[in-house]
């Protein structure tokens, strides 16, 4: 069951898409973010994503792929915690995307409002010698 949603346009017009994931039954629900496959590409390269429409399989579908991929996933409260309740996703004048989210802690009778933001607008791997 995915329900918390939240829908924003990035500064290219693309979808960032912030929803509540509670479809494990004795687990946590998770903060996942979509987004088409094709904004982590390069141009003129092909983007294929993890999760989408399925009766799309044809790459060439632009919004039928999606690169879906968890936020926070509450691994330290196993079945106690209903995370990203309440989810909304916000795009700054900087292009930089920032998701407010509620967390409701059941085992440690805790409420909290948490904030995942965004760092960079490249999505290129950052190399250390």
Do not use: H, W
Not at 1 to 13: E, F, P, R, V, Y
Not at 44 to 56: L, M
């Amino acid at each position: 069951m995915k329900i918390g949603i939240s829908l924003n346009l990035d500064a290219d017009g693309q979808p960032i898409i912030a929803y509540q994931d509670a479809s494990e039954e004795q687990g946590p629900s998770v903060l996942n973010i979509a987004r088409p496959a094709t904004v982590y590409v390069g141009p003129g390269e092909i983007g294929v994503g993890n999760c989408g429409d399925p009766a799309c399989p044809d790459p060439g579908c632009l919004f039928s792929y999606f690169q879906c991929n968890i936020i926070d996933n509450a691994a330290y409260g196993i079945g106690y915690v209903n995370l990203a309740n309440f989810t909304s996703v916000a795009v700054g004048p900087n292009g930089l995307a920032t998701i407010a989210y509620y967390e409701d802690d059941n085992y440690n009778m805790d409420q909290n409002l948490k904030v995942a933001y965004q760092l960079f607008q490249l999505y290129a791997p950052l190399l250390f010698k």
